[in-house]
């Protein structure tokens, strides 16, 4: 059954033609070229090998930045993007996240000139794949201990240590990767490095058995004496604010994201609901159901209404990192609540792979804890609204 959007309070009113050309596009792509393939790639936990190139022709990837050939979108035309994908399969949103907000957004931001011509063209035309190294096996959360470490020896600096959990590790061209440089002069501080494919004493391996985002690739990056030229660094960056800064674009892109999987679980129900019967009626006849479709319908009308808020904030420039994180967790609280919710008015067929909420409800495991979890935020805010740090 063709899909035709979720929009109780005339959401559609607020968005401009310009997003509203987007949305329709991105629909259109997502229902006929994607949506019939997800399931084998999610049954089988593979990638769809050409997703970054189409993504590519259709302006999608990086698509808030400007110049080097991005499509220099405003926030809420590249969040519709981001709602799009997600309906489809949160593993393809993840690619084009990573891609745009955590890779192309740190090199345009923290880049060399050099850095941006070589990167950012390939890399909006899907030719050229990245991957974004800040977590790893020991400090998730807290990516400020980070053992991973650049020392400078003559020309060179000589990288060292583990990435873990690394969205697009295993197919990217180059890793954006964060490690406490030691430059010989002065305290150590956070800086990031561009690492090629290929690069002696670089490796990856790829995370296998994950029951969440299986249509997306997972891995491990390895630096062993990795040597590096000195312009591998971006100059434009220093301390954790670095990688902290491109969190907060992706975030935005994950509220905006997560409504997708949410509208797809509350249609998947409402229709499941209509058509089937037990006792004397279709399911959605009866009162204990349509409370939960009520719950679903008002969860997305308030995140909807959330992002819309916050896109225009962050064009006016006024957006604080810590409306990002109650956008973040708010919408992945009742993204997950959705999907829990659609598989079990699915009854059994909801933990097949021919409905697509449970696919939902894996995938949306990973993201209330990725990008922050949703205790990370929770604290962010409490720090804001007490002035008292929870965290240490
Ligand atoms: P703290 O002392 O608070 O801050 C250190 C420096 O950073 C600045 N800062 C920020 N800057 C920009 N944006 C933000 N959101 C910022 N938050 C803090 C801060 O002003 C300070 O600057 P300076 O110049 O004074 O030094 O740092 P902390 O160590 O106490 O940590 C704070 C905390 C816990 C909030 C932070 O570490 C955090 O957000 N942790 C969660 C980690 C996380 O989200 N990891 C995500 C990894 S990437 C990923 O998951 C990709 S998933 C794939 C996909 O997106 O699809
Ligand atoms: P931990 O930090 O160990 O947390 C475990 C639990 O403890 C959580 O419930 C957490 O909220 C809680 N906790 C921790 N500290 C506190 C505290 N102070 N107070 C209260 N509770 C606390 N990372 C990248 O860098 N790049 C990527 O591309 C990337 N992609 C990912 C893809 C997937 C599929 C997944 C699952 C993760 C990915 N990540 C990526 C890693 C992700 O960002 C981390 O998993 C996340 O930041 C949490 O870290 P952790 O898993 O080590 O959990």
């Known amino acids: 059954m063709a899909f035709n959007g979720v929009d109780y309070f005339a959401i559609d009113e607020l968005l401009t033609d310009e997003e509203r050309m987007v949305r329709d596009t991105f629909r259109r792509f997502v229902d006929e070229e994607l949506m019939p393939h997800i399931g084998q790639h999610f049954r089988h936990g593979t990638f769809p090998k050409d997703l970054p190139r189409r993504l590519g022709a259709l302006g999608a990837l990086g698509a808030s930045l400007t110049g080097y050939g ?29 891609q745009g907000s955590l890779v192309m957004y740190p090199i345009h931001a923290y880049g060399s000139d050099a850095q941006k ?33 650049a020392k400078r020896v003559g020309d060179r600096w000589v990288l060292n240590g583990e990435k873990r959990w690394i969205t697009s590790g295993g197919l990217a061209d180059v890793a954006v990767v964060w490690a406490r440089a030691h430059d010989g002069d002065g305290e150590p501080a956070i800086r990031g490095f561009l690492v090629p494919r290929g690069t002696d004493g670089f490796t990856t391996r790829d995370i296998e058995g994950k029951f969440s985002l299986r249509a997306s690739v997972t ?17 434009g960056a220093t301390g954790l604010r670095g990688p902290l800064g491109c969190l907060n674009q992706a975030r935005f892109g994950i509220s905006w994201g997560v409504i997708g ?9 409402l229709n499941y609901t209509r058509d089937r019967k037990q006792f004397s009626r279709p399911l ?11 719950d679903m319908l008002e969860d997305i009308t308030s995140a ?16 604080r990192p810590q409306q990002v994180s109650m956008a973040k967790r708010h919408n992945v609280r009742i993204a997950l609540h959705a999907a829990r919710t659609a598989r079990d008015l699915l009854g059994a067929n909801g933990v097949t792979d ?13 993201v209330f804890t990725y990008e922050g979890t949703d205790h990370m935020h929770t604290l962010i805010m409490g720090q804001d609204i007490t002035g008292l740090s929870a965290f240490e």
């Open 70 to 98: 991005c499509a220099g979108l405003g926030p809420n035309a590249y969040g519709i993007i981001m709602q799009e994908l997600e309906r489809c399969d949160s593993g393809l949103r993840s690619f084009a996240s990573v």
């Open 219 to 235: 891995s491990e990056l390895i630096f062993q004496d990795c040597a590096l030229p000195l312009d591998a660094v971006m100059p």
């Open 284 to 294: 959605a006849g009866y009162q204990l159901v349509q409370q939960k479709l009520v």
């Open 354 to 366: 021919e409905y697509q909420c449970g696919r939902h409800m894996c995938n949306l495991e990973s």
């Open 261 to 269: 999987a949410a509208m797809a679980c509350y249609d998947e129900a």
């Open 304 to 319: 909807q209404l959330l992002v819309w808020r916050l896109g225009r904030l962050k064009e006016a420039g006024k957006a």
């Open 117 to 149: 011509e070589r990167w950012l063209p390939a890399m909006a035309r899907g030719e050229a794949i990245g991957c974004f190294g800040l977590t790893e096996p020991d400090f998730g959360s807290n990516p400020g201990g980070m053992l991973t470490n």
